[in-house]
């Protein structure tokens, strides 16, 4: 359980620090690099997030519980995979899309056409994981309200 924690607390980490960087969107050019590095990091985090998940047994509860849960459940499952590819696309699309120009002295770099739909993205696939976190955390708490019997 401490790796989970551990995990919890670094992805936590790397997402603030991501959103520090992508908001406003100025801030963004001027920390293109950066954000090349924390894509991939997310990238990693994320396979090591989803494979903590799915071994400490998050979902056996659920999939025990009950043939809806057991859908639910596996439909969550699924979504990791996804989740993780679109979190990889994401990191190779801002690796492409830095220009290499080197800053001006005293001229603030704009966001290229191609940065802001990495950034776009970004914010939707922040989106789809928070949303799937949810689901996830309902999902425990519904399994673990149906074995402990509340609210009969």
């Known amino acids: 359980m401490q790796d989970i924690k551990n995990d919890n607390r670094d992805l936590k980490i790397l997402m603030d620090r991501l959103a520090v960087l992508t908001h406003p969107r100025e801030a963004a050019a001027n920390h293109w690099p950066e954000l090349i590095q ?6 990693d985090q994320l396979a090591l997030h989803f494979g903590l998940e799915e071994a400490y047994g998050y979902f ?5 519980a009950d043939p ?12 990791h995979a996804v989740l993780f590819e679109d979190s ?9 899309a830095c220009t290499g120009d080197a800053p001006i002295e005293g001229v603030t770099p704009e966001v290229t056409t191609a940065q802001e739909k990495v950034l776009v993205r970004y914010d939707s696939f922040v989106k789809q994981f928070h949303e799937h976190e949810e689901a996830e955390l309902k999902l425990i708490l519904d399994a673990l309200d149906e074995d402990l019997g509340v609210g009969d």
């Open 60 to 64: 056996d509860q659920a999939l025990d």
């Open 68 to 79: 809806e849960m057991s859908l639910a459940a596996e439909e969550l499952r699924n979504q």
């Open 38 to 43: 924390l894509f991939s990091d997310l990238n």
């Open 88 to 96: 990889r696309h994401l990191a190779e699309a801002a690796a492409h």
